[in-house]
């Protein structure tokens, strides 16, 4: 079993919708969580952290974390063509290792 | 904000030769990563380093060598290139304490023919 899960997708929405992204992770002890988004042929670029349970919102970007279930996922709403990436959920366990899931593709279709 | 370098965008070596990835940092950040990313694969920790001197192996450890011999740099080394090493190449870094956000660099996109 893999540390971190994602559904590699593509999803894909309209602009203007919510686009949802999911990840689990299978590590109890884990401490911190991030979401990166990666275009093509670029770096991952840092989006979200979140590190307790509940939702934290920065602007069109939801992260929300249970803990109980071992489930994160990032809303991101009004989607724009502009939001079509690859978004890494990552988890960092213990000591200073971070876990990657293999991306989530979205597009969002004007 | 924080900065992370590589040394090269593109690389391309030939089977057998010893390569070198650079990776510079300017936060004065602790830790520091080497990650390879494959397709359908996603990142895959190489080794990391928690100070000067320190390092401990990733999850594909075999194959690659690392050198820090200061705070702000973190290099790579593939002692003898192989196909099955062409990849993308990702540095990053991050604090010791507090946060342990990562930051990457623009990454290093090795060919090895």
């Known amino acids: 079993q893999k540390e971190v899960e994602q559904n590699s997708g593509p999803l894909s929405v309209p602009e203007g919708a919510i686009a949802s992204l999911n990840c689990t992770y299978s590590?109890?002890?884990?401490?911190?969580f991030f979401w990166y988004r990666q275009y093509s042929g670029k770096s991952p670029e840092l989006i979200m952290s979140?590190?307790?349970?509940g939702d934290k919102e920065d602007g069109r970007f939801t992260a929300q974390l249970n803990k109980a279930s071992q489930y994160v996922s990032l809303l991101i709403r009004d989607s724009q063509p502009s939001d079509s990436a690859t978004y890494l959920c990552?988890?960092?366990?213990?000591?200073?290792?971070?876990?990657f899931g293999s991306g989530t593709k979205l597009n969002v279709k004007p | 904000d924080v900065k992370v370098t590589q040394s090269s965008r593109y690389l391309v070596k030939r089977t057998g030769e010893k390569v070198f990835l650079e990776c510079v940092q300017d936060m004065d950040h602790e830790n520091m990563f080497w990650y390879r990313q494959d397709p359908g694969l996603g990142l895959r920790l190489i080794y990391f380093?928690?100070?000067?001197?320190?390092?401990e192996k990733g999850d594909i450890p075999e194959g690659y060598s690392v050198s820090r011999e200061k705070k702000e740099r973190f290099s790579l080394i593939l002692e003898s290139a192989s196909t099955n090493q062409t990849s993308m190449y990702l540095c990053?870094?991050?604090?010791?304490?507090?946060?342990?956000?990562?930051?990457f660099g623009p990454g290093t996109r090795l060919l090895v023919l």
């Open positions: 979140i590190y307790s349970n």
């Open positions: 590590d109890r002890g884990s401490q911190s």
């Open positions: 990053a870094s991050s604090p010791g304490a507090g946060l342990k956000t990562q930051y």
């Open positions: 380093s928690y100070d000067v001197k320190m390092k």
């Open positions: 990552a988890v960092n366990t213990n000591f200073n290792k971070f876990y």
